[in-house]
């Protein structure tokens, strides 16, 4: 087996202080306003723990039969500074990456500078699943900015 390791960036200015983007992420109702899979997908698993030491996990079952699990745990918090967490991606069970995720908030006047690191292990779909991730996780943090800006979120295209 090959393992694919991949790092992205991905950085947005929020019109926003650190503290709303911070709290975009700190509750599970905050969070689900943003993080989310396509409407037509079921949710069969929601858990939320905000806090060192604390886990998450996201499951949810896609129309093409496919079930996706995001388990998390996060290991670093500083309120309205940065989040660090550690999570795997399986795909019907099967673990399909391991991946280290750092957000960064840094105060730019009235707005946010949002800093998304993402380090990942990827076990199976080589290039391809890290392009998929990248895809998918900017999709994501647009709709976190168009939530805390007051405008629709986007559909995954």
């Not at 689900?32 to 996201?58: I, M, Y």
């Not at 999570?87 to 990456?97: A, F, I, R, V």
């Not at 690191?117 to 900015?145: C, F, I, K, P, S």
Request: with cysteine; hydrophobic share 40%.
């Amino acid at each position: 087996m090959t393992i694919t390791n991949a790092t992205f960036v991905i950085e947005r200015l929020v019109n926003a202080s650190p503290a709303r983007v911070f709290a975009a992420y700190a509750s599970v109702e905050a969070k689900s306003a943003w993080f989310k899979t396509p409407s037509e997908c079921q949710t069969l698993n929601r858990d939320f723990d905000f806090r060192v030491g604390g886990r998450e996990r996201f499951r949810a079952l896609w129309p093409s039969g496919l079930t996706t699990d995001f388990q998390a745990t996060y290991h670093d918090i500083v309120e309205d500074e940065r989040i660090i967490l550690v999570y795997d991606l399986l795909h019907n069970g099967e673990k399909l990456s391991v991946s280290l995720q750092t957000l960064e908030m840094k105060a730019e006047g009235d707005k946010t500078r949002l800093i998304h690191t993402e380090q990942g292990a990827y076990l199976t779909g080589g290039a391809e699943a890290v392009q998929g991730r990248e895809h998918g996780t900017t999709w994501q943090v647009d709709n976190l900015v168009a939530v805390l800006e007051g405008r629709e979120a986007r559909d995954l295209t």
